[in-house]
């Protein structure tokens, strides 16, 4: 929170928001630097820099943004937004954004009073997109199946049950039956059962 407020930073909206940032923490523990990454679909939005050493600021950006690609990449997106405004971020790729690109920006990220600069991460792809829609839509129809098994499953082992109870019942019965004839039988002075 004084980080962001020293960097004249809404401290309290982006404490909700607290899981977008990456730390950087000093050998002795102390905050060097903070900075967000909102995901809205394939797109990323690097937002609310923090840095603490303005000596240091260049290096400790680059080391904020090796872990921001880290998560760019698992999280598969294609390019990186930004309003920040230091040349570092215009020397690391990121490239002033042509009315043509704009279109592609969320709608969420805002419009913002700076300019946009854009960082292309990797091709956009529609076979790769839809790839990956197909992918989503097979672990849906699996995980259904699954759900479709597992209360097959269930049904096929209340018949079991009814089945064992119906054959418990039906042993004994027979059972008392043949305890009933033998009873008969030793009654009988012949030895043979009445008909």
Same mark, same amino acid.
């Given at each position: 929170?004084?980080? $962001? ?24 523990? &102390? /905050? /060097? ?15 609310? &820099? ?8 260049? &290096? ?7 872990? +921001?690609? *880290? ?12 309003? &920040?405004?230091?040349? !570092? $971020?215009?020397?690391?790729? %990121?490239?002033? #954004? ?10 969420? !990220? ?5 300019? $946009? /600069? ?9 076979? #790769? %997109? ?7 839509? %097979? ?18 082992? $209340? #018949?079991?049950?009814? #089945? ?9 019965? %027979? ?5 009933? *004839?033998?009873?008969? +039988? ?10």
């Amino acid at each position: 929170m004084e980080l $962001w407020r020293r960097a004249s930073l809404p401290a309290e909206e982006l404490e909700k928001r607290l899981t977008e940032f990456q730390l950087l923490i000093g050998p002795d523990y &102390e /905050l /060097l630097g903070a900075i967000g990454l909102q995901i809205d679909g394939k797109q990323g939005r690097v937002h609310s &820099e923090a840095l603490t050493h303005p000596e240091l600021e260049d &290096e400790h950006r680059a080391e904020l943004l090796g872990r +921001l690609q *880290n998560v760019a990449r698992n999280h598969g997106l294609v390019r990186l937004w930004t309003q &920040e405004t230091a040349p !570092f $971020w215009k020397h690391s790729g %990121f490239t002033e #954004v042509t009315p043509e690109a704009a279109v592609k920006r969320p709608a969420s !990220f805002g419009a913002g009073t700076q300019p $946009w /600069l854009a960082h292309q991460l990797r091709e956009e792809n529609p076979a #790769v %997109f839809s790839i990956e829609k197909e992918f989503e839509v %097979f672990q849906m129809q699996e995980r259904e199946n699954s759900e479709r098994m597992l209360r097959q499953a269930r049904v096929m082992k $209340w #018949v079991a049950g009814l #089945v064992a109870l119906a054959l418990f019942m039906l042993v004994i019965y %027979f059972v008392a039956k043949v305890a009933q *004839n033998r009873a008969r +039988l030793q009654k009988s002075p012949s030895g043979l059962a009445p008909m």
